[in-house]
């Protein structure tokens, strides 16, 4: 991601006691638990969106799309754009440096808005549990805007309430909680097809990671990663209230640490704190989101076939998911170590990408699955309608 801030290390002088402290801790448990739930709540999207489908191809006068295409909602990312990712991302983070100052109001509208967006999807599944025994499940029509059921009305509300408070406080805690919205939202509607765009697309974001940690600052005089990730932006209400000459309002408004990281404060040490991009959840989350998919699709095809095959061997039983999550549990475990012996930022990717990537094409060569997952293993051919008899 372009706002993609790295590892920042705690200075200790013991770096393996440091390694215990809370906001490492924090840094670990939050981002695998984003994925996980990212990851599955994308599997049950896609589930509730075959069985929509199927649905309504039960109807006789339903005459669409296969069932096994994908919602609307869903964006999947080709080769053409895995391999231009890299270069938009550098792009961006290259304007947000250099014209941080005369856009950062433009950044904070647009941080603000899509963060309310994605902090009601997060919220979205609990407002459901909450109103399904007293709501039909009807859609309330709002005009041009669109037809929204009242879970989706009450999520908006309350994501809108917390973005509002965070930009009235700046708390570093609600400023986690609408990052963590963004991290669930792009890994459940963020898709990659096939094990083919997930290696160009996380080969080339390693990259980039490595060349604006270690060798922007050789070339504009700053590690531009890190300046970008913690430079705070300018309140949108306090720029509002000295336009408008209300100087108390000036004076209380918090400049806005924009949520493109998590930041977790140290329990034990005052002023100490762990960071970590999105990007270095999202990006490997949409490879883990993948293999889940992959993993429930090869159950399926299992499920399908005739009883009676051979007993699967150990490696068979390991899933594909499990393996990726333990490499990226050691990859970020690695760049931790390596932020605390350096004692400079990291680009975590570095660490992340071969953890989490070369297990995967390894399991899936000994599995046999290396060839299918490559070549998009969901792509599914539609039966013809007439067939020769």
């Known amino acids: 991601m372009a706002d993609d801030p790295e590892i920042i290390p705690e200075y200790e002088p013991n770096w393996a006691y440091s390694m215990m402290d809370s906001s490492r801790v924090s840094t670990f448990v939050i981002s695998i638990m984003l994925i996980v739930y990212g990851s599955f709540r994308s599997l049950n999207l896609e589930q509730q969106n075959k069985e929509a489908a199927a649905e309504k191809e039960k109807d006789n006068n339903y005459s669409g799309p296969n069932p096994n295409t994908e919602n609307d909602n869903v964006q999947t990312i080709d080769t053409c754009q895995a391999m231009f990712l890299?270069?938009?991302?550098?792009i961006s983070l290259l304007i947000m440096f250099l014209f941080f100052d005369s856009l950062q109001m433009v950044f904070a509208v647009c941080t603000a808005i899509l963060a309310t967006v994605a902090f009601a999807f997060l919220l979205l599944p609990m407002c459901q549990y909450l109103v399904r025994p007293c709501s039909s499940g009807q859609k309330i029509s709002f005009g041009w805007c669109g037809r929204f059921t009242a879970a989706e009305i009450i999520a908006f509300c309350m994501s809108l309430c917390i973005v509002c408070i965070w930009v009235l406080t700046g708390h570093?805690?609600?400023?986690?909680?609408?990052?963590?919205?963004?991290?669930?939202?792009?890994?459940?509607?963020?898709?990659?097809?096939?094990l083919k765009v997930s290696t160009l697309l996380l080969v080339g974001l390693l990259l980039y990671d490595v060349f604006w940690v270690f060798f922007s600052s050789y070339i504009f005089s700053a590690n531009v990663m890190v300046k970008v990730a913690t430079r705070p932006a300018e309140n949108p209400v306090g720029v509002l209230a000295k336009k408008l000459h209300f100087t108390g309002l000036v004076r209380d408004a918090p400049k806005l640490s924009l949520p493109g990281k998590l930041v977790f404060p140290s329990m034990q040490n005052a002023g100490h704190f762990s960071m970590l991009g999105l990007g270095d959840i999202v990006m490997p989350g949409l490879l883990l989101c993948f293999v889940l998919r992959f993993d429930a699709y090869k159950r399926m095809q299992l499920n399908l076939?005739?009883?009676?095959?051979?007993?699967?061997?150990?490696?068979?039983?390991?899933?594909?998911?499990?393996?990726?999550?333990?490499?990226?549990?050691?990859?970020?475990?690695?760049?931790?170590?390596?932020s605390e012996v350096f004692r400079a930022a990291q680009p975590a990717l570095l660490y992340l990408v071969p953890f989490t990537l070369l297990p995967l094409l390894t399991m899936a060569y000994l599995k046999g699955d290396l060839r299918r997952m490559w070549h998009e293993p969901f792509l599914v051919l539609p039966t013809p309608k007439y067939q020769d008899v």
Not at 320 to 329: A, I, N, R, V
């Open 86 to 90: 890299p270069i938009g991302a550098s």
């Open 172 to 194: 570093w805690l609600l400023m986690d909680a609408l990052g963590m919205g963004l991290c669930v939202s792009f890994i459940a509607l963020v898709r990659l097809p096939s």
């Open 305 to 338: 076939a005739d009883s009676g095959l051979a007993a699967p061997t150990y490696h068979h039983k390991i899933s594909y998911f499990h393996c990726s999550l333990l490499g990226y549990f050691l990859g970020l475990l690695t760049a931790t170590v390596s």
